[in-house]
């Protein structure tokens, strides 16, 4: 099963609702996607979408890694010795995870292909469905909770509330306006992206501890390189802390849990370059009793069948943040992943299951498999 072709297309498509972080405001998601042509007539697809804040990658740069490092490098390997591909894919170019992930990603496509298994089975099949929480973007505390309200009656029961973006001050009154409003029985977890110093956080997280505002969890509440920060959070408070923007690489996630910086790893294939590396990293959280959740960027549904392809393989995976297909306008492709709610069937069909996609804007059709 030697590849014989890589292909990249440039896809755009705008999102229902801004989504706002304490990072960044996005209106359009755009992304990179790329197919994988074998001499077999198998081909696979993979998703790479610019997240400059967070990874530092660009369209141009996630084209560029891929046709200039990773095609030369991967044209004409055999994918049934995928080990050393992916060994070589770690050396050949560093960084440049999110461009790593979309190749990652169509390899893993090919290989379950090849085995005629849907890929959560190939990486081990646990879950056969999952479901995911939603995103509430930050913006004042009335509009925060009339978001919430929205989602909840759309049968979402765990809200991700964005915080961070200001004042942490505010952060109290836009959890204590959601919290009134939708009542005891819904999980809300926080994500502050960054937004807080080690001592807001700890200031902040208990005074919602002392409200008695019910937050399952806190997600990045420093600085990304700030480790030291992350423990000395994770340490003073009795909610559960969540690395996220902390860990790209399975050595940061051993750093992490080995200091027991935090209670909880966030994976996500952009940042950990694909699969192979997300699984590392998931197994050694395991082995240290640490659970860990699966995201996504702002990725469209062929990223995202991916992500929850490798998360619903997983024992140690118990939460999923798999919402962004769900805010964006439409969908760029055919197959793959189906959404009921909350809840989040994975396909039966060899592969990522994807059978079309749109690339151009929708002008253009190609048929995966
Ligand atoms: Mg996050």
Known sequence: MNIINIETFRVSVPLI???????????????????????????????????????????????????????????NKNLLHYESIFQEMKTVLTGNSSAKAAADMAIYDCLSQYCKLPLYQFLGGYRKEIETDYTVSVNGPEEMGEDAVSYIKRGFNVLKI????????????????????????????????????????IRTIRTLEDRGL?????????????????????????????ADESIFTPKQAFEVLKTRSADLINIKLMKAGGIYQAQIINNLAEACGVECMAGSMIETKLGLTAAAHFAASKKNITRFDFDAPLMLARDLVEGGIVYNGRRISLPDAPGLGISAVYTEGGKGIESAG
């Open 214 to 242: 019910d937050i399952e969890l806190v997600e990045q509440p420093v600085k990304a390189h700030d480790i030291e920060g992350l423990k000395q959070v994770t340490d003073s408070v009795e909610t559960k802390i969540m």
């Open 17 to 75: 609702k801004p989504f706002k972080t304490a990072l960044r405001t996005v209106e359009i998601a755009e992304s990179v996607y790329m197919k994988l042509t074998c001499d077999n007539g198998i081909s696979g697809w993979g998703e790479a979408p610019p997240t400059l804040v967070i990874t530092g990658e660009s369209m141009d740069s996630i084209e560029s890694s891929i046709h200039k490092v990773l095609k030369p490098m991967l044209l």
């Open 162 to 201: 964005k915080v961070g973006k200001d004042q942490a001050a505010l952060d109290i009154d836009r959890i204590t306006e959601i919290r009134s409003r939708i009542g005891k029985d819904i999980k809300i977890r926080l994500d502050a992206n960054q937004g807080w110093t080690p001592k807001e956080a």
